[in-house]
C-alpha cells in the first residue's frame, strides 16, 4: 500500500424541486432569487458515487468523470475544493493534509443520456466526499451550492428546503432538512425519459437571460414563491397529497411560464411533455382528485409523483398513453409486471389517443431516500487509480 | 318593394393585438382587466360584410351568419340590439322605427376553418350596420364591446386603444384610435394558418380560468401592461419597428406565460408555432435588427409583422422553412412570385431545417386598413331575404 494514502467512497443523491429554483442574484456566489423545496431520490436508482484519494506522493490533482479525464481548473470545481480544504485547516483535527493532491474518481448509476440533471448530484458527492476524507462534520451545503445551486439540496434526504439567505457572502444560503425520507414513505416517483434528441438552452444561461429580461421572474421570485414555499412545507408535514400534488403542479407550469416570459422565449416542454400533462389532469379528473403530480426541470421529461397504492393502476395508464415495444421500458424499482388494469385506467384509454411508440424512450420508478452516505467499495484502487 | 323597408351593409375589419387583452373584470359587461392596443387590418383580404334590413312588416327577428339560420336571442346580440336601438329612440332622428324587427345577414371573406378569431370583425360589423341603418354618429365601441370584448378595438382602422376604463357600468371602456392605416402605410401582416386539428380551449373560458388561477395575471394587468402600452403607442407614434416588434413579441410570449401559469395550464402554441418562434429570432439574429415580429392569439396561427421592403425575403424564408405543395399557399396582396433569395435566406436556409410538408395551411398577406364603412351591395334582396 502506498504510504499515507487517505481514500474516502460516497454515495449522494438526485433532487428534484416542487418549487423551483429559477434565477440567481449572484451568478459567482450561486445565490438564487428566492427559496426552493425538493425531494431526494433514492440512492437505489440514481446516483453519483465519489471516490477521492490523497497521497502527498501525488504530483497534480486530478479528475475522473465516467470514465473520461477531465480538468480540475473549472471555478465551479475549485470553489468547492478550496472551500473544504479551508475548513479542514481551520478543524486542525483532519488525519489528511489538506495541502495534498487529489484524486477524485465519479460515475453515475444512470445513463447522462437520460437528460436528468446530474450536476445536483455530482457536487453533492464531491463535497460529501472530501468531508468524509477530511472527517469534517456539519452543514456543508453551502460549498455544494457553489459547484451547483441545486446541489446543496442534495446533501440532505427526503424533503428539503433550500434557504435563499440575505447575506451577500452567501453563508446563509443553505439547504436544510423540512422532513426525513421516513416521514412520508409511500411517495412515489416516476422519470419519464422524453426521446428527443433536440439540445435545450442550458438552465445556466436559462436562467440568467430570465433574470435580465422577465418581469414575471421578479414577481414570482418575491410575492409568490415565499407563500408557496411555506404552504407546501405544511403540505408535507401534514403528508397532505392532495395540496402538494397542487402545489407541485403550479410551480412547475410557474417555472415553464416564466421561461416563455424570458426574451427571446425559451421552451423546454415539447410535446410529449404536453401530452403528459393531460394525461395527468384527465386522470385526476376522473379520480376527483390529486392523485398524480408532474413536474419539469430545464428539458422534456417528466417526474411524476403518487403514492405507492395508486402505483399498478398509474403504470397501466402511462404504458398505455405513451406505448413502447422495449423490453425494460420500465426500469428501478418496479417492472412492467407491476401495471395493473383497473376499470379507471379502461376508461382513460378510451379517452385518451397514445402518442406515437417510443414517445418516451424509458421510465425510472423510484422512491425518496436519504442525503449522502460513505460506502467502503471505492472506485480507485490502493495506488489512487480509477478501476475499470 | 316593401313598404318601409330600409337595408344598410356595412364592412368590418378584423384586428390583432399586439398588446394583448386577457382576463375580465366583469364577465357580463365584458370589461378588461387591462388595456389592449392592436392594429386594424385591411378588409379587402378580411373582413366581415352584414346587411341589415328593418321592416314593419317582418314578424320576428332574423340572423342568417355564413348562410346559417342562428338564434337571435343570445345574450351577446341582444346587449348590442338594445343598446343600439336605445340610442336610436333616444336620437330621435332615426328614420328607422327601433321597435321594428330585422333581418340580418352575416358573412366572412374568410374560411372560419382558418380559426382567425372572427367574433371580433363579426360584432363590429353588427354594431357599424345598426349605427348606419339608424343613423347614428358617434363612438359605438363601447357597445360593440358587449358582444365581443376585442370587438371594439374593429370599430376603427389603423391602430387602436382600448381603455380597459375604470367606472363599473363599462361606459368608460371604449376604444379610441391612436392613429389611422396612412400614419404608418409600409406595415405589412403574414398570417401563417397552421395545420392543425385539434380544438383549443376557447378564449373565453381560458381567461375565465386564468383570471380566477394565475397569480402572474394580476401582476401583468396592473404592473406590466400599462407600462407597456405606453411604449407601444410611442412606438406606433414614432414609426419605430424595432421597438414595436420587440414589444410585440415580448406581449404576445407573456399572454402565453400566463396562460402556462393557469390551473390547469393552457397552451395554444405547439410545435409549428414555436418553429416560428424561433425563425423569427434567427431571423433577426442574423440581420441584427428586428425586422420581423410574431404575435399568436388564442390558437397556434402565427401573425408576423415586417415593413414592405422586406416582404419577398421573409416570403421566401417562410416557404423554405414550411414547405408547402400548394399551388394557392401565399393568399392575398402577394403571391408566391413575390418570394425573392437573397443571401440572408440562403444563409437561413442553410442553418433551419425545413419543417414536414404542409405543416400551414395556407398564408394570408395583407397590410393595415380602414375600419368598418357602409357599402351599397347589400347581402340582402329587397324584400329582406338572403341573396344565396
Chains 1, 2 share one sequence.
Not at 434528441?197 to 418575491?222: H, I, P
Not at 421529461?301 to 399498478?312: Q, Y
Amino acid at each position: 500500500m502506498m504510504a499515507n494514502l487517505h481514500i474516502a467512497t460516497c454515495q449522494a443523491p438526485v433532487n428534484i424541486a416542487v418549487v423551483k429554483y429559477w434565477g440567481k442574484r449572484d451568478e459567482k456566489l450561486m445565490l438564487p432569487v428566492n427559496d426552493s423545496i425538493s425531494v431526494t431520490l433514492s440512492t437505489d436508482d440514481l446516483c453519483t458515487t465519489t471516490s477521492i484519494a490523497a497521497s502527498q506522493l501525488f504530483k497534480e490533482d486530478k479528475l475522473v468523470l465516467n470514465g473520461k479525464v477531465e480538468p480540475t481548473n473549472s471555478p465551479r470545481i475549485q470553489n468547492c475544493l478550496k472551500s473544504i480544504q479551508e475548513a479542514a485547516r481551520n478543524s486542525g483535527k483532519s488525519p489528511v493534509d489538506p495541502s495534498w493532491r487529489l484524486q477524485i474518481c465519479s460515475k453515475n448509476n444512470f445513463p447522462t443520456s437520460a437528460g436528468l440533471a446530474s450536476s445536483a448530484a455530482g457536487y453533492a458527492c464531491l463535497v460529501a466526499t472530501l468531508q468524509a476524507l477530511y472527517k469534517l462534520e456539519g452543514n456543508f451545503s453551502s460549498v455544494a451550492r457553489k459547484g451547483s445551486g441545486s446541489a446543496c439540496r442534495s446533501m440532505f434526504g427526503g424533503f428539503v428546503r433550500w434557504r435563499k439567505g440575505d447575506k451577500s457572502d452567501g453563508s446563509d444560503s443553505v439547504a436544510i432538512q423540512i422532513a426525513p425520507a421516513s416521514h412520508w414513505p409511500e411517495i412515489r416517483v416516476i422519470i419519464c425519459v422524453a426521446n428527443d434528441a433536440r439540445k435545450d438552452t442550458g438552465s445556466t444561461s436559462g436562467m440568467q437571460r430570465s433574470v435580465e429580461t422577465s418581469d414575471l421572474l421578479r414577481y414570482r421570485a418575491e410575492a409568490i414563491v415565499p407563500r408557496r414555499c411555506d404552504a407546501m412545507e405544511m403540505a408535507i408535514l401534514t403528508r397532505d397529497f392532495e395540496s402538494f400534488a397542487r402545489l407541485t403542479m403550479m410551480d412547475s407550469n410557474q417555472l415553464h411560464a416564466v421561461c416563455q416570459d424570458t426574451y427571446p422565449p425559451i421552451r423546454y416542454m415539447n410535446q410529449i411533455s404536453w401530452d403528459i400533462v393531460s394525461l395527468v389532469h384527465r386522470y385526476n379528473e376522473l379520480v376527483g382528485a390529486n392523485k398524480l403530480a408532474y413536474t419539469f426541470d430545464a428539458g422534456p421529461n417528466a417526474f411524476l409523483f403518487c403514492l405507492d397504492d395508486d402505483i399498478p393502476e398509474v403504470l397501466q395508464i402511462l404504458k398505455q398513453a405513451f406505448p413502447s415495444n422495449e423490453s425494460d421500458y420500465i426500469k428501478g424499482i418496479y417492472t412492467t409486471a407491476t401495471a395493473k388494469t383497473t376499470p379507471r385506467s379502461d376508461e382513460l384509454a378510451k379517452r385518451v389517443e397514445p402518442a406515437p411508440a417510443e414517445s418516451l424512450k424509458y421510465m425510472i420508478t423510484t422512491k425518496i431516500g436519504n442525503g449522502p452516505h460513505e460506502i467502503q467499495q471505492h472506485l480507485c484502487d490502493s495506488k489512487g487509480n480509477t478501476i475499470p
